[in-house]
């Protein structure tokens, strides 16, 4: 029996269905762990296949590949004597039924099994529905040593770490697919504290790391000794090898020696925005795009997400296009110039004016007797989507749409207008947010950031009412509330689910409370047909908050 032990943390960033990729992340992080000295590899949840895999795990061809990378990784690690094992995790069947597995592969062989028993069914989590849960699982042995290997869901309760840990476990290793949200950083490593003051022992939190549609996984992996100590910690929002080494005491504790490295985790607005940038990131380049196109009209969300694009992917794979109408500032004009200037970007303006004069004399005899109205404002806003549409259809440019939480939540968008595009980096940030978040990247630039140093949004963009510009002086508060006020009644409503009766107790008008009600019940059809954008909040619009469309519940609730 050893009493010392190198344990090795693959902090990774796997493409969701790319089996062969991944299998070779996971070899080249099996190889870096190996020239290292350690014993045995620790890989996040489902590595093989990406997280979360959904319904490619229904497919046989699907399952068939992870099987013979599965092989392929035997293969491999077994031509290396002195190389770790490891526990490598997959969708695998066993006695015919699909699992979220982890797999003991040493010197080429699959030593042992164990499957997730938890497995979540709500927020984005859909697991029941493609996986059956395994048996309560017991310690894996190593060596001599007892490993307990919960998979992720499975330390959120203590039924499983009580069940292993009365079975002998010594260590736990468990591997993750934990999506990011604000704040969750901190709600993770309280849990764990809690796991390891329950059983006294060590545990090892695995977590991937990169963005995946609306997911972002964070990263973030750490270690604590079991007196809750931290033992070690993984940088946030990036790729790492970490090895450990464990040493077992003469009371018969591990302990993780004090060499480890503990790097901070990230907090409030620096962590959002290091989602948003890893967000849009991964779905540019996973999907193959060579760059995004945005429409710069001088606000606040265009000029934000400019810089998270910039931050993300370089200024040369960013095209800006400001398409100004009659209704267009020259302040607008002015502002979208300088941020592009201070981005690095360039910029290029294409008047809209034509295609309005075109739809006006094509709609004339239709519209005879009637007055304008929202509908001319529409007609603005889906003419801009059809240019920038067009600049990708013809240089493959994923358009990014820039509009925000506050904005989705009560349909102040236009469908086939500002709502067209690819992918929403601002979709689940309320506009109070926003301005933080600007006010934070002009003073911060965060690791890994491809933009300028220093300011990159001018202050006048941030200090300027917000405005659609669709009409002479037109100002986003002539519809809607005061953001501070709109967007904590938005929290209470979408987040708290709170009612009409208990927003209004909390300080709110009543009529606005309930007009708001009735903005957000009826945009649900608009949020259907957004792209998706990355997730921050605990209540992300898709596949964490599902309400049909055709809905009789709506103002009967007080």
């Known amino acids: 029996m050893t009493k010392n032990l190198a344990i090795a943390i693959a902090q990774l960033n796997p493409i969701v269905g ?3 990729g991944n299998r070779d992340k996971v070899v080249a992080a ?18 093989l296949s990406g997280y979360p895999p959904e319904d490619l ?17 035997c293969e491999e690690t077994a031509k290396r004597a002195d190389g770790p094992a490891l526990l490598l995790t997959t969708p695998w069947e066993i006695d015919g039924l699909r699992h979220n597995a982890v797999l003991l592969i040493d010197q080429g062989k699959i030593v042992d099994v164990r499957a997730k028993q938890d497995l979540p069914n709500y927020g984005v989590f859909d697991e029941k529905r493609v996986f059956s849960a395994g048996p309560m699982p017991e310690p894996i042995s190593f060596r001599g040593v007892k490993l307990g290997v919960p ?12 069940h292993l840990s009365r079975a002998g476990a010594e260590i736990f290793l468990v591997p993750n697919g934990s999506p990011f949200e604000a704040d969750k950083g901190g709600l993770r ?18 977590n991937e790391v990169g963005g995946q549609d609306e997911l972002v996984f964070d990263g973030g992996s ?10 070690v910690a993984l940088p946030a929002f990036a790729e790492d090898v970490v090895v450990t080494n464990w040493t077992k005491g003469d009371n018969g504790k591990w302990r993780c020696a004090d060499d480890a490295p503990k790097a901070e985790y990230p907090t409030g607005l620096d962590a959002i925005y290091q989602a948003l940038v890893l967000g849009l990131r991964d779905y540019v380049n996973k999907n193959h795009f060579p760059g995004v196109v945005i429409g710069m009209s001088g606000g606040i969300d265009s000029a934000l997400s400019a810089a998270v694009a ?16 009659p209704y267009t500032s020259r302040e607008s004009l002015e502002d979208a110039e300088i941020c592009a200037g201070m981005l690095k970007t360039g910029i290029e303006s294409i008047n809209i004016g034509p295609a309005m004069a075109a739809f006006e004399q094509m709609l004339a005899p239709t519209f005879e007797g009637r007055d304008a109205d929202i509908t001319e404002e529409n007609i603005q806003a889906r003419s801009r989507g059809i240019i920038l549409m067009g600049i990708s259809n013809k240089f493959g440019h994923m358009v990014l749409t ?22 929403s980096v601002l979709k689940d940030l309320y506009k109070t947010t926003v301005f933080a978040l600007c006010h934070w990247r002009n003073e911060h630039k965060p690791s890994g950031a491809m933009g300028p140093n220093g300011m990159v949004i001018p202050e006048r963009i941030i200090t300027k009412p917000p405005s659609a510009e669709l009409r002479p002086d037109q100002k986003d508060e002539d519809s809607l509330p005061p953001y501070d006020v709109l967007d904590d009644i938005l929290h209470q409503m979408i987040e708290g689910e709170r009612s009409v009766r208990d927003i209004v107790d909390s300080g709110h008008d009543e009529a606005t409370v309930r007009r708001v009600w009735r903005l957000l019940d009826r945009a649900e059809y608009k949020r259907r047909q957004a792209p998706p954008g990355v997730k921050i909040t605990p209540r992300a619009f898709g596949r964490d908050r599902r309400y049909p469309i055709t809905n009789g519940f709506t103002n009967l609730v007080t």
């Open 18 to 20: 790319d089996v062969a």
């Open 189 to 206: 490593r309280n849990l764990i504290e809690d796991r390891v003051s329950e059983s006294r022992t060590p545990m090892i939190y695995c």
């Open 402 to 423: 820039t509009g925000n939480k506050s904005e989705m939540s009560v349909g102040y968008a236009t469908l086939y207008g500002d709502m067209c595009g690819g992918y």
């Open 310 to 325: 910039v931050d993300a992917l370089g200024a040369d794979r960013v095209r800006l296009v400001m398409m100004p109408s």
């Open 30 to 47: 099996w190889e870096t762990a190996a020239d290292r000295g350690a014993d045995i590899v620790l890989y996040s949840e489902l590595v």
């Open 151 to 162: 998979i992720c869901e499975d330390v959120w309760t203590p039924n499983v770490v009580t």
């Open 222 to 231: 750490f270690g604590l000794n079991g007196d809750g100590s931290l033992a």
């Open 57 to 73: 795990v229904m497919k046989p061809a699907f399952m068939r590949h992870l099987h013979e990378a599965v092989t392929s990784i």
